[in-house]
Each structure stands twice: as structure tokens, then as C-alpha cells.
């Protein structure tokens, strides 16, 4: 598996990392527990950890030295990926598949299969002209750089993974992939993490947190695509139209600012609406403890711009925890709606504030509807996730026997490569690593 501009060991909620680093650590943990054993390769930052280390029987992360050995933005990472895949074409020992994850990666997939002669997967998370379709009022868009990297690794992968079906429409649609070549694979969630515990008052005790108070929780990247401008706007109505809410309100925001523009001003604008006195902003925090931040809320917001899943609905709804959210890319594949949380279309943060006064005034549906979250989530499992996409994997692998329905792109790129060691210096070795970047 691939991983250039962020590593699987990363915190979530910090910086780049996120529910993808998430879906790679608990992917490779379940394919090792069903037999297959996962390389995970990064780049070193400098931070100081070792080259390789053993995530789990079978699963191990490996840092290949490209570029500089420190956090760069996302704007630099493109002019890695051809020192990424040349350092990693150096690895002496022998793969039969790459899986990709992120643009960047599958740039280097491309590379690094076509140097291999082995089928590259490759899957997306987020999809420039998606999230460009859904930007906040001032937010940047993804740039034309990303999205001809998107439509490259799409022609060339030999399989693409979609989290939904919604996100494997994106892919045909948008990025012309060819139908037979998708496959939508639900990602699971950790139960072994996630689950109710010992109850929300609990949960409540451990964290400091009134026990009658009303929480609703955002956990996630602070940045405009994941709104919690939304969320801050909603409290603010929500205080306007039911002010005897202020006395027992809470609103925890756990999460890291994420980007590499300003911050997102969350505390401003609450100060700015007159809601800082129940906002709590707080860092992210490991898995176990995140757990009991969902167990000790009354709702999980998550007013999304664009989701591919939202692995964060999924782990709070195995804690027992509602979940009110955008209508978006995969949270309606997350979230049933009306029976384990409620989905809301647009961002408009008044139809929050509803929600939200619907979630303080029923207390016991809102408890009915966590009891339905937690069935709902066990029935999304990584080992389920695994199993699916180790199917994927050997449609990949026996498309490239021969009689095999091979991608034509995919088999291209290999075959422009075909018998030229890269790392020799041979003639032509450099044109034909270029053209597989233009």
C-alpha cells in the first residue's frame, strides 16, 4: 500500500491525516488477519521514528527517503512522486499488487506498477471535481494539477475501489471510468474500539462533563469542507430560539486545523455570534479516548460539504451515538436516515438548529435511535471490508493472466516499461518514466 503525504502512524484530526489513515491501519490489520501480508510505504519526515515499524503480525509501515525530511504542504508533494517511486522501486523484494491511496499515490503507483509488471488498485478518498463542486464561500479550490493527476490514475489503475455507490457514479461519471472496472468496497468500523462501553454517564465522568448537560459533539478535521462553521451558526440559532438551552449546553470541537491556509477562525466566529461560553475547542485525541467523547455526546454533527463515508458517523454510531448529518456523498451509506441519526439537505445552519432542538426536546428517540446506531454499525465490519477487497485483489490479479480482461491503459503503462530496469540508467529509461506523468 501507498501513502505519500501522509503516513499511516499519523494522529487523525491533525494536519493531512484523517478517516483515510484510519481506513489504511484497519484495512491491512484485517487483510493480515485473512492471510495477506501488507508493506504500507510513506515518506520519512524526519521525525525522528524508525525506517520500519511492525503495526501488527503481518503489517508494516516503511519510510522511503524522497524529498526532504520534513512535513511539506500538499502544494509541494507532486514534484515527490518520481523520487517516492524510485526509491521505492529499489525495495528488493517482490509484491503482486500495489494499492494506492490518494491522487498522489496512485501517481506513484502508476510508476511503480508499470516498473514491477504487477496490477495497481488504486483508491481515491476524495475526488478534486467533487469537493470543487461543494467549496464553503472563500474556500480554495483543488487545483487543474490534481485533477489531470485524478483522470491519469483513473485511465491506468487496474482497479478502483469507491467507499459507496454514490462515490463509484463520481468516478464513471466525471472521471469516465469504465463500470467493470470499479467495484465499491463499504469500509467497517473498529468494534473493538468503538462500542458502547459503560454507558454515556460514564464516559461523561472520565471526561469532566456535566451529567445532565446536552452534548452535541463535532469530531474532525477543522476545515471549511467539513463545516463546522455550520455547527457553530446552528448553536447560535439554536440559543436564539430555545435560549433556556444556554444553562446546559455543551459543544465539544475535537479536531486539528487542517490545510495549508489560515486557520478556520471557529473561536472568532463563535465569539463573533455569541456562543464561545459553550464551544470547548479540543485537539485530537487517540482512538480510546475519541470513543468515550462519542459515548458521552448526545448527537454527533457532521455538516459536511463532501464525504466519501465518514468513518467518524460510523465510529460514533457504534458508541451508542446518534448522528445529525449533511446529505452528502457517502453519509447517506453511513447514516440511516430517520432510524440511527437524521440527514439534513444543505448546509443551511438553521435546519441544524432544528435538529439540534429535536435532539434536546426527545431524549428517549434520540436514545432509541443510538440503540439502532449500534446494530446498524456492527454490521459494517473491517474483517467484511477485507474479505470484499481481497476480491478485488484477485480479479485484479487474474485479469493480468493471460486470457485476462486486463485494463488496456493499465497494461500499457506497464508494457512502455517493460524490460528496461529503471534504476540501471538505460537509454530511454527517463522518457518513458515522463510519459507516464503527462
Known amino acids: 500500500m501507498l501513502s505519500v503525504h501522509t503516513s499511516p502512524l499519523h494522529q487523525p484530526g491533525t ?33 525522528g521514528g524508525p525506517s520500519l515499524v511492525v503495526l501488527a503480525p503481518g503489517v508494516r509501515v516503511r519510510h522511503l527517503n524522497a524529498g526532504p525530511r520534513a512535513a511539506l504542504p500538499k502544494e509541494d508533494m507532486p514534484g515527490l ?37 504487477i496490477p495497481l488498485v488504486h483508491t481515491a478518498h476524495t475526488l ?38 454514490d462515490e463509484a457514479g463520481a468516478l464513471r461519471d466525471l472521471y469516465g471510468a469504465s463500470a467493470p472496472r ?53 448553536v447560535a440559532e439554536l ?12 459543544v465539544p470541537v475535537v479536531g486539528g486545523h487542517s490545510g495549508a491556509g489560515p486557520s478556520s477562525g471557529i473561536p472568532d466566529l463563535a465569539r463573533e455570534l455569541g456562543v464561545a461560553d459553550v464551544l470547548r475547542c479540543l485537539p485530537p485525541v487517540p482512538q480510546q479516548e475519541l470513543a468515550d467523547w462519542y459515548r458521552a455526546a448526545d448527537v454527533l454533527v457532521m455538516p459536511s460539504r463532501s464525504e466519501s463515508f465518514g468513518l467518524v458517523a460510523l465510529e460514533a454510531q457504534a458508541c451508542g451515538t446518534p448522528v445529525l448529518a449533511a446529505a452528502v456523498g457517502g453519509l447517506p451509506t453511513a447514516v440511516w436516515d430517520g432510524v440511527t441519526g437524521v440527514l439534513v439537505p444543505g448546509h443551511d445552519p438553521v435546519d441544524y438548529a432544528c435538529g439540534l432542538r429535536w435532539f434536546a426536546e426527545h431524549p428517549e428517540a434520540a436514545e432509541s435511535m443510538g440503540e439502532a446506531a449500534v446494530r446498524h454499525a456492527r454490521g459494517l465490519s473491517w474483517r467484511a ?25 493499465g497494461a500499457t503503462a506497464r508494457s512502455c516499461l517493460s524490460g528496461v530496469p529503471l534504476l540501471e540508467g538505460r537509454e530511454g529509461r527517463n522518457t518513458s518514466l515522463t510519459s507516464l506523468l503527462v
Open 128 to 165: 478534486a471535481r467533487v469537493k470543487n463542486a461543494a467549496l464553503a464561500d472563500g474556500d480554495t479550490p483543488e487545483p487543474e494539477l490534481r485533477i489531470r493527476g485524478e483522470q491519469q490514475v483513473t485511465a491506468s489503475a487496474d482497479r478502483l475501489i469507491a467507499n459507496t455507490a
Open 15 to 47: 494536519g493531512d491525516a484523517g478517516g483515510m489513515n484510519v481506513y489504511m491501519v484497519q484495512l491491512s490489520r484485517a487483510l493480515a488477519e485473512q492471510g495477506v501480508e501488507v508493506d504500507l510505504f510513506t515518506r520519512c519526515r524526519g521525525e
Open 385 to 409: 471490508a477485507a474479505a470484499r477487497t481481497l476480491e478485488v485483489y484477485r480479479g485484479a490479479l487474474r485479469a493480468e493472466q493471460p486470457g485476462g480482461n486486463a485494463n488496456e491503459a
Open 239 to 250: 440559543l436564539r430560539t430555545a435560549p433556556a438551552l444556554r444553562g446546559r449546553l455543551v
Open 81 to 117: 512522486v518520481v523520487p517516492f517511486s524510485l526509491a521505492l522501486l529499489k525495495e528488493r523484494r517482490r509484491y503482486d499488487l500495489i494499492h494506492s491511496h490518494y491522487w498522489l499515490s496512485g501517481q506513484a503507483g502508476r510508476i511503480a506498477a508499470a516498473g514491477w509488471g
Open 182 to 234: 470499479v467495484d465499491v468496497v463499504r469500509p467497517g468500523v473498529d468494534l473493538d474500539t468503538f462500542h458502547p462501553g459503560d454507558g454515556k454517564a460514564a464516559a461523561r465522568a472520565r471526561l469532566g462533563l456535566p451529567t445532565r448537560a446536552f452534548i452535541p459533539l463535532y469530531a474532525g478535521r477543522i476545515q471549511p469542507l467539513k463545516g463546522p462553521d455550520v455547527l457553530v451558526g446552528a
